[in-house]
């Protein structure tokens, strides 16, 4: 089993479009048994596959806390091999929840409990530098950080360096994809000379339409540059994940 983490410290990169579209290409694609695991409470992941969150109690978060089931919450996708597991306003106080146990580990645990049923489990992160983005780090086998062409980017890509440097004595690679990329700009394309050997993903109204139609690219528009870029992406990981003798 390997873990995907699909991270920035940003907010609107792209990081649920594409962690929602990696996952449909991990299980349809790759066959592989995939979960795709929403940590943001605003909730997106799910929300694209048309599937709300079951209706628990104690929620989302309360499986950090050992008071809910994992496969209890998991719900299907509709989609070959693909689970769902779906967040909740709840995991608004999971940092809390998670500083207050004190196991650093508690993610990358409950992720190994899961092993048996998935080979892939791809994490849908909130754009935070907390406890919940170093529980990440911790579980990932690689993190798939998404940066528009823009110089802010750059400065999140160090953010995130410094802090793995810093606060992980070992930490998994990070892979930065180059998200929202547009050949008609200017710009966008001076900047893409910077970093040749990044993934791209295009700026698309058929990756848009994703949240419109609540469906993967490849499930509507397979043919597409977009739904071609994630499965090369896709193939990215993959290759990663063999060279680290992950999964
Ligand atoms: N490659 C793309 N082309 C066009 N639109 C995109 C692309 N990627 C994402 N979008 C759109 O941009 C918006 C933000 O994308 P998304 O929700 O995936 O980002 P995010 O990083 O998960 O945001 P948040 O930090 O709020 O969770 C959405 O409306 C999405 O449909
Ligand atoms: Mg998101």
Known sequence: ????AVYSVKGGVGKTTIAANLAWQSAVVGEKRT???DLDPSGGAAFL??????????????IFRGKEDAEEMIQPS??????????DDSLRGLEHSLLALGKKKRLAKLAGELSGKYERIILDCPPVLNEISAQVIRAA???IVPLPPSPLSQR????????LAANHKQHP??????????????LHKQLRTGMPDWPVIPMSSAIEQVAERQAPLGSFAPTSPGAAAFAELWQ?????LEDLGAG
């Open 1 to 4: 089993m390997a873990v995907i």
């Open 35 to 37: 979960l795709l695991w």
């Open 49 to 62: 596959f048309g599937v709300e969150p079951r209706a628990k109690k104690k929620g989302a978060a309360a």
């Open 78 to 87: 509709g989609y070959w091999g693909l689970d769902l597991l779906p967040a």
């Open 141 to 143: 086998d690689v993190v």
């Open 156 to 163: 999140a890509l160090q953010a995130i360096r410094k802090e």
């Open 173 to 186: 690679p990070i892979l930065p994809v180059l998200s929202m990329f547009d050949a008609r700009r200017g």
């Open 236 to 240: 990215a990981i993959e290759a990663k």
